[in-house]
């Protein structure tokens, strides 16, 4: 029988210094290590509060934005005696420190149909940068302003009402007109010019030996184009394949809802 215990002490010899290790040792770091795991949870309840807060301001900054597109839709729909309220865009992020600074760099704005008198403009799409809010979103000034809106040549065709018209495009400024009634037939040319800063006009320049009273409304048709406030023109009309492409443009537009 021997005369050593058969269990281990609870304090074993240390390291060179002479240094114990044992329940003493880890009653003493105890402390240090709750102290550490409290930290750690420290860290990560603050990153998870940084994370919800930012999460928390997207969503707010997206639901503001949307209100004012929709706003400023509306002003716009109302000052251009539009019949459709335009789909608005204000580009950027964030949109709070804008609204804050009541000044945004860049708006989109689009439309896919607007009646202009006797034909439809498709696709319309403009670009405003520099807009400046006055008095709320009642009005504001834009710097600048582009835009574009494409007359088809099936709307042009359908305004003159002449059946078994046909129109295409000849060069930038003129187009082909065709028509084929079985006892009258044949092609002449329709030539677009601007005549007035928001107006432009289609009328037969040659009509190929047809009756211009054939031709119906293609003779002599001016079209005015909508939603143009004061500092708003047309710049130019293209003919394309498609057919008449009206580019507007304007410096320093007011804009008001009034």
Same mark, same amino acid.
């Given at each position: 029988m021997s005369d050593y215990p058969t269990q281990r002490l609870p304090i074993q010899p240390g390291d060179d210094n002479g240094g114990y290790r044992g329940f003493f040792d880890d009653q003493y770091n105890q402390p240090r290590r709750r102290s550490r795991r409290r930290g750690r949870r420290g860290v990560i309840i603050f990153l998870v509060t940084l994370v919800v807060l930012a999460v928390l301001f997207v969503i707010v900054d997206r639901v503001a934005v949307r209100y004012?597109? *929709? !706003?400023?839709a509306s002003q716009v729909q109302t000052q251009g005696g539009l019949s459709n309220k335009p789909t608005v865009n204000i580009e950027g992020f964030p949109f709070l420190t804008q609204l804050a600074a009541r000044?945004?760099?860049?708006?989109?704005?689009s439309a896919q149909?607007?009646?202009?008198?006797p034909v439809v403009i498709d696709n319309l799409h403009a670009t405003m940068h520099n807009m400046q809010l006055i008095n709320g979103f009642s009005s504001a000034k834009v710097g600048s302003l582009n835009g574009t809106g494409l007359i088809t040549f099936a #709307?042009?065709?359908?305004?003159?009402?002449?059946p078994g018209l046909k129109i #295409?495009?000849? *060069?930038? +400024?003129?187009?082909?007109? +065709?028509?084929?009634?079985g006892f009258i037939s044949g092609s002449g040319v329709a030539k677009v010019?601007?005549?007035? $800063?928001? !107006?432009? *006009?289609?009328?037969v320049v040659n009509?190929?030996?047809? $009756? =211009? #009273?054939?031709?119906?409304? =293609?003779n002599n048709m001016t079209i005015t184009i909508p939603g =143009?406030?004061?500092? =708003?023109?047309?710049? #130019?009309?293209?003919? +394309? $394949?498609q057919g008449i492409l009206v580019h507007i443009t304007g410096q320093n537009v007011t804009l008001s809802g009034s």
């Open positions: 004012a597109d *929709n !706003k400023f000044k945004f760099n860049e708006v989109q704005l149909t607007e009646k202009a008198g #709307s042009l065709a359908k305004a003159a009402d002449v #295409s495009q000849l *060069n930038s +400024t003129e187009a082909k007109v +065709t028509i084929d009634l010019t601007k005549v007035g $800063p928001n !107006k432009i *006009n289609i009328a009509a190929g030996g047809i $009756p =211009l #009273s054939a031709l119906g409304g =293609l =143009l406030p004061m500092g =708003l023109n047309v710049q #130019s009309i293209t003919m +394309t $394949p």
